[in-house]
Each structure stands twice: as C-alpha cells, then as structure tokens.
C-alpha cells in the first residue's frame, strides 16, 4: 500500500507478547485501524483508534500511536496459535473520500 | 461474520471475458467500497458507493466499472479480463465513517 509501511513478517512464541509497528505517512488521517487476515478469508477487523488518542486496550490488544513520529503498534498479549495471520494497518483518509489505505501486511507466526 | 456478504467465493474464466461480482452489505449501512488485493499491488481502494451514487474512485481501471442499487447492494463488474485481473477482490461496508467492515471476497482467476 501507497505510504503505509509494515515491517514483513514476526515471530513469535505462544505465550509471549508480539508487537507489530506500521508507519504512515497522511497527518490528516483520522482514523487507524487493524485488520487480521487468516488464509483463504476476508479481513477481521480487531480494532481502531482515533487519531486525538494515544492508546486504546482492548482484551489483549493495546494500539499505540505515536502522531508525532506518525507511528502506530499493535501489541497482542499472550499470544496464541490462533493468532498467526497476515496483520495490516491502515489509515483513513478524509480528504479521499473516506478510502483506507492498507500496509503490505506483517505475516505473524506463531510457534509452540 | 462480519454481516457481508459476497457472491461468488471463487471464479475461473477466460482473458477477454466479463464478470460480475456481487455483495450485499450489512443491514442499515449505506456505503459500499470495493477493494482489490493482488500479490503485486497489495490492498488498493477501487471505488466507493454511497447511497446509489458514486463517492470516491481510487486505482480502478476503465476496464472495471460498479453500481450500487436502491437495495444497496453492489456489483463490481469487470471486462476485457485479463492475466493480471486474478486477484482476490473484497467488498466492505460502512455504516458511518469511521469503520468498514469487510466481506469474506471473491477470488478471481483468469486463465
């Protein structure tokens, strides 16, 4: 995706906490979210914040973003074999009509 | 489930040919986007509906064209396929502006 950028892929013990990092690049952006893709199916959407926050916690999910340095994480704790996916972030843009511009993507094992 | 849904799950057809992809969005939300995800290009915005009428365009081709009727749902349609059209193709719906929630897709393979 145009100007949103993942690191490609993360390991992980289960159990351990993981961090994914996406970096933007819109100010104006409004909105950030996280998406969780497993094989063969659509996009789940885990959670979202906006831009006048810092950090939200849901569950084991704790979004960070850093406006400044236009910096947003993910961190999943204790996490499960069932969170192996594909992660990606996106942001939302006004000025585009709303559209979400999505990360490459962060593919995220698991191991036992 | 996230309430979206989209017809067909798969689709296998020819270069040169035409298709049509549908979706239904969630009860209540008017939006409709289209979206494309290809190993090449990632997730790229198409287009999106609001309402029946046309509100944004991204990166769709003139080859691609989508309507959104007064039931809401949508259909993306697609001609003159070719090679690099296979990709996975999602619909998301909205019920205001600050989240979208995405179908399960429809894989298209154009042999």
């Known amino acids: 995706g145009e100007d949103v950028e993942q690191s490609l892929f993360l390991s992980v013990r289960e159990g351990d906490s993981s961090v994914i990092n996406c970096t933007y690049t819109d100010s104006s952006s409004t909105y950030l979210y996280w998406y969780k893709q497993e094989p063969g199916a659509g996009l789940q959407l885990l959670t979202y914040?906006?831009?006048?926050?810092d950090m939200k916690q849901d569950q084991r999910l704790t979004v960070l973003l850093n406006k400044k340095d236009k910096h947003l994480s993910l961190r999943i704790a204790d996490t499960q074999t069932g969170d192996s996916a594909i992660y990606f972030c996106a942001e939302r843009r006004p000025a585009a009509g709303n559209k979400l511009t999505f990360g490459g993507g962060t593919r995220v094992l698991v191991k036992p | 489930d996230s309430g979206v849904t989209q017809t067909p799950k798969h689709l296998i057809t020819a270069t040169g040919q035409r298709v049509t992809l549908r979706c239904s969005p969630r009860s209540g939300d008017l939006s409709v986007y289209w979206y494309q995800q290809s190993l090449d290009q990632g997730l790229q915005f198409l287009i999106q509906y609001y309402n029946g009428e046309e509100r944004a365009k991204g990166n769709i081709l003139e080859r691609f064209s989508a309507q959104q009727f007064p039931d809401l749902h949508s259909e993306l349609n697609l001609s003159s396929l070719e090679l690099g059209d296979s990709a996975l193709y999602f619909c998301?719906?909205?019920?205001?502006?600050?989240?979208?929630?995405f179908g399960p897709g429809t894989r298209l393979t154009v042999l």
């Open positions: 914040i906006f831009s006048n926050m």
């Open positions: 998301a719906s909205s019920p205001g502006a600050d989240t979208q929630y």
